[in-house]
């Protein structure tokens, strides 16, 4: 789906490389930090932390849709 994302939006001379630079390096630098931290913590309280992380992301989003 990136693929296509990037491609549908240079063909509509539309690329923001600034954003398209800044999520990538995030999604780099996250992915080390996390792969680091999981193999230290335990299975139960990583996905305790993943699942309290889906509930506050949920409860904001619905939130943001009412408010």
């Known amino acids: 789906t990136a693929v296509a994302g990037i491609l549908t ?4 001379f ?4 600034l954003l398209a630079g800044s999520l990538a390096f995030g999604a780099i630098i996250g992915a080390q930090i996390g792969s680091t931290i999981a193999v ?3 299975e139960r309280l990583l996905t305790m ?3 309290f992380s889906l509930i506050v992301i949920s409860v904001r ?7």
């Not at 539309?14 to 490389?17: A, E, I």
């Not at 989003?61 to 408010?67: M, V």
């Open 40 to 42: 230290r913590i335990s």
């Open 49 to 51: 932390l993943f699942s």
């Open 61 to 67: 989003l619905i939130l943001d849709y009412f408010w």
């Open 14 to 17: 539309q690329p923001d490389y």
């Open 9 to 12: 939006h240079s063909f509509q």
